[in-house]
């Protein structure tokens, strides 16, 4: 095992509540000693494609590439706040400490092995780059940065769920690939400062382990 890299999703739902949002949660992932690789959303990117795919019914190949190129849009968004810009090739390679950001579509991943679908989104690409993470010999810890506390039930937040026991919050295709790696997703709200920091640092914080 080489050492542990955290990977982040972070997606529209933060950037909606304000880049100001988007800013400080960046700052505080900057912030740990660990390695970092971002994960972006596809946010008013994927939005404006997903009405064009809408009225026009392209081809699935053609409105999953531009998905991926939305994920693209956004993460370099996210290099404007101090993240290198990063393809799949270059996590091979991810030393202690780096702070990288995903670029997707650079990548290659709109012609990965995963389906063509709108079904795979930012969640299931960075549950499904942890796990190419483990394969070159990383540990990954994987969050789900949004804008809740994380997942409810009968108005109690859980602590920890298991993934065919999740309905919505999480991407159908992320979830299948959380069952089929045996990875597990930590989802914590990126508008509250310190969650992200202390489940990374103190191994705990408010929030819903998905295993
Ligand atoms: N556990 C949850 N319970 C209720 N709403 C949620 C939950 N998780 C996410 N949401 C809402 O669903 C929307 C999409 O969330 P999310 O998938 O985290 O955003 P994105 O993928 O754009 O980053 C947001 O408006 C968010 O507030
Ligand atoms: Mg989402």
Not at 163 to 171: F, Q, S, T
């Amino acid at each position: 095992m080489k050492f542990r890299v955290v990977v982040a999703k972070v997606g529209g739902s933060l950037a909606r509540r304000g880049l100001e949002n988007l800013k400080l949660t960046l700052d505080e992932l900057g912030s740990l000693d660990e390695a970092v690789v971002v994960v972006p959303g596809g946010w008013v990117f994927a939005d404006i494609s997903r009405l064009v795919d809408s009225s026009l019914n392209l081809k699935a190949e053609l409105s999953h590439a531009m998905g991926i190129l939305s994920m693209e849009m956004y993460g370099y968004m996210v290099a404007n706040f101090g993240f290198s810009a990063a393809t799949l090739k270059d996590l091979r390679e991810v030393k202690g400490g780096d702070k990288l950001v995903l670029l997707p579509y650079s990548s290659g991943l709109h012609e990965s092995e995963l389906p063509k679908s709108w079904r795979v989104t930012s969640d299931s690409i960075a549950v499904w780059v942890a796990q190419k993470l483990r394969e070159w010999g990383y540990d990954a810890v994987v969050l789900k940065i949004t804008d809740v506390d994380g997942i409810f039930k009968d108005g109690c937040l859980l602590d920890r769920v298991k993934a065919e026991d999740v309905r919505g919050c999480v991407d159908s295709y992320a979830l299948k690939l959380i069952r089929k790696y045996g990875i597990r997703l930590f989802i914590c709200n990126g508008i509250r400062r310190g969650r992200v920091k202390g489940y990374i640092v103190e191994g705990r914080t408010l929030g819903t382990l998905i295993e």
